[in-house]
């Protein structure tokens, strides 16, 4: 009989919860190693899951594909410029609120934020210019310039697209809305 017979007749309903479990412990004592390995991995997910998150990057403003994110915020006055951050969105444009994005921290609370024309900069290095109309069609309003509030980030993408603290719809990130440091996997 083929395996897949033998796996179907062993999970169907019919049997006895006694004579499956004879079944599952033959089929352990048959492949410790295996088993063994199996349990290893579900049980190292279980705790890897309890201290990060994977997440898809879903569009090109970011140089990663798949970022591992930590479940712990960071604590307040704890990231520092060029920190990998993922955040939830307030809502707008496109998204809906509480999609997750991941931007670089820039400008840290008191760093001073100035504009020509629609390019931006933060203590004097250029960050982008902010768009007037996202591909998409959407007028899109330039952020403010000025110093960025206590509790507050610049936060940023090397993308000529994001969507980042360039755009007013973004603006200056509060902490309470960052999820976690990240990190590029590939």
Same mark, same amino acid.
């Given at each position: 009989?083929?395996?897949?017979?033998?796996?179907?007749?062993?999970?169907?309903?019919?049997?006895?919860?006694?004579?499956?479990? +004879?079944?599952?412990?033959?089929?352990?004592?048959?492949?410790?190693?295996?088993? &063994?390995?199996?349990?290893?991995?579900?049980?190292?997910?279980?705790?890897? &899951?309890?201290?990060?998150?994977?997440?898809?990057?879903?569009?090109? &403003?970011?140089?990663?594909?798949?970022?591992?994110?930590?479940? +712990?915020?960071?604590?307040?006055?704890?990231?520092?410029?060029?920190?990998?951050?993922?955040?939830?969105?307030?809502?707008?444009?496109?998204?809906?609120?509480?999609?997750?994005?991941?931007?670089?921290?820039?400008?840290?609370?008191?760093?001073?934020?100035?504009?020509?024309?629609?390019?931006?900069?933060?203590?004097?290095?250029?960050?982008?210019?902010?768009?007037?109309?996202?591909?998409?069609?959407?007028?899109?309003?330039?952020?403010?310039?000025?110093?960025?509030?206590?509790?507050?980030?610049?936060?940023?993408?090397?993308?000529?697209? &994001?969507?980042?603290?360039?755009?007013?719809?973004?603006?200056?990130?509060?902490?309470?809305?960052?999820?976690?440091? +990240?990190?590029?996997?590939?």
């Amino acid at each position: 009989m083929p395996r897949i017979e033998r796996l179907i007749l062993a999970l169907r309903p019919k049997v006895a919860l006694p004579a499956y479990a +004879a079944l599952v412990w033959a089929a352990v004592r048959r492949h410790p190693l295996a088993w &063994s390995a199996f349990a290893l991995v579900t049980c190292a997910g279980f705790v890897f &899951s309890h201290y990060y998150w994977l997440r898809l990057t879903l569009t090109e &403003s970011m140089p990663w594909h798949l970022v591992l994110v930590e479940k +712990a915020a960071p604590a307040p006055g704890s990231l520092k410029r060029g920190d990998l951050v993922a955040w939830r969105w307030q809502g707008g444009l496109i998204y809906p609120e509480g999609a997750v994005f991941l931007k670089v921290v820039k400008g840290l609370p008191g760093d001073r934020v100035l504009t020509v024309g629609r390019d931006f900069y933060v203590n004097g290095e250029y960050v982008g210019r902010a768009k007037a109309i996202s591909r998409l069609g959407q007028t899109l309003t330039a952020n403010q310039p000025g110093t960025v509030p206590a509790g507050h980030y610049y936060l940023y993408a090397p993308h000529r697209d &994001s969507l980042d603290s360039r755009y007013a719809a973004t603006g200056y990130v509060a902490h309470e809305r960052i999820l976690g440091r +990240a990190y590029g996997v590939f």
